[in-house]
């Protein structure tokens, strides 16, 4: 196994499979620098949902448990997935149960309600809930006019249909759209999104 740097792991740079593999080698200092550091991005993950440290860092230990049970037992089905966004969905998903409870709702819900939620089952609920975070606090970085081009690009509509459709000229829409997405792109590759 090739080890990752330091500052490649504290990035979330690391995949399920190398961080399974880490541990298996027992690479104990490559496993217990980036666990420290996905603990780390978690708490950080769970203050910026209003929480105080204290229920953060709980938030980040009780998702710990989860990510660590699953990795040693190879449960992901996506084993280049990144391991830090692995991680923070499974944080996501156990500041969701937080608040239900907080409001009183069930933390539990059928198979039924998580297919209507998440649609596809064969995506990982955890990465969904990352992954719709992710692109809406990206989208909020762009104004209303970037964020409608965003959306007509990824409808799959062509340059000139999107220039029609906003009204402006082709050249204008073409600079426009091609800026607004490579931000876009940008600011979800930083979150651990690699968008497709």
């Known amino acids: 196994m090739a080890v990752k ?80 966004t692995f991680f923070l969905g499974i944080t996501f998903t156990k500041i969701r149960a937080k608040r239900n409870t907080a409001e009183g709702h069930s933390e539990t819900s059928s198979d039924e309600e998580t297919t209507q939620q998440w649609g596809d089952p064969d995506i990982d609920p955890e990465y969904a809930a990352l992954l719709r975070i992710a692109v809406s606090d990206c989208l909020r970085n762009h104004t209303k006019k970037e964020r409608d081009m965003i959306h007509l690009y990824c409808e799959g509509y062509k340059y000139v249909e999107i220039a029609q459709e906003m009204n402006i000229p082709f ?26």
């Not at 690479?27 to 949902?49: C, M, P, T």
């Not at 440290?53 to 009780?62: G, S, V």
């Not at 426009?176 to 497709?196: D, H, M, N, Y």
């Open 5 to 84: 740097s330091a500052e490649q792991i504290a990035a979330g740079q690391m995949t399920l499979e190398e961080l399974h593999e880490a541990w298996t080698q027992q690479y104990d200092a490559v496993v217990e620098q980036a666990l420290l550091a996905y603990i780390k991005h978690a708490a950080s993950f769970a203050r910026r949902w209003g929480y105080n440290w204290d229920d953060a860092q709980d938030i980040a230990q009780d998702a710990f448990l989860i990510f660590w049970s699953r990795v040693r037992a190879k449960d992901y089905n996506k084993p280049q997935s990144k391991a830090l």
């Open 171 to 196: 050249g204008r829409a073409r600079r426009q759209v091609w800026i607004a997405v490579r931000a876009f792109r940008t600011c979800l590759e930083s979150k651990g999104i690699t968008p497709g």
